[in-house]
């Protein structure tokens, strides 16, 4: 399992959606993008600050991406 972080966010949004309905499942999903997406846009200007790496900027965004993308169905790790 690559990614234990990853695994957690999809299978949160899997109980939601399957026990409550898909409206807070969407909130849920809208926020974790959301976060996801400051995450990136952090990890970038700590790069561009010379304060991280650009394989630090490159797996903020690959775990972006994946969360954003997976299909409901699938299991991400």
């Known amino acids: 399992m690559k990614d234990k ?3 957690h ?3 949160h949004l899997s109980y ?3 026990h409550h309905s898909s409206a807070p499942a969407a ?3 809208l926020v974790m993008v959301g976060r996801l997406t ?3 846009l952090w990890q ?3 790069w561009l600050g010379g304060a991280a790496s650009l394989a630090d900027v ?3 965004s690959n775990r972006q991406m994946q969360f954003a993308l ?3 169905g699938r299991t991400g790790g």
């Open 5 to 7: 972080t990853f695994v």
């Open 9 to 11: 966010f999809r299978s």
């Open 16 to 18: 939601i959606r399957k």
């Open 27 to 29: 909130l849920y999903y």
């Open 38 to 40: 400051m995450s990136t």
């Open 44 to 46: 970038t200007l700590r």
């Open 58 to 60: 490159r797996e903020r």
């Open 70 to 72: 997976l299909r409901p």
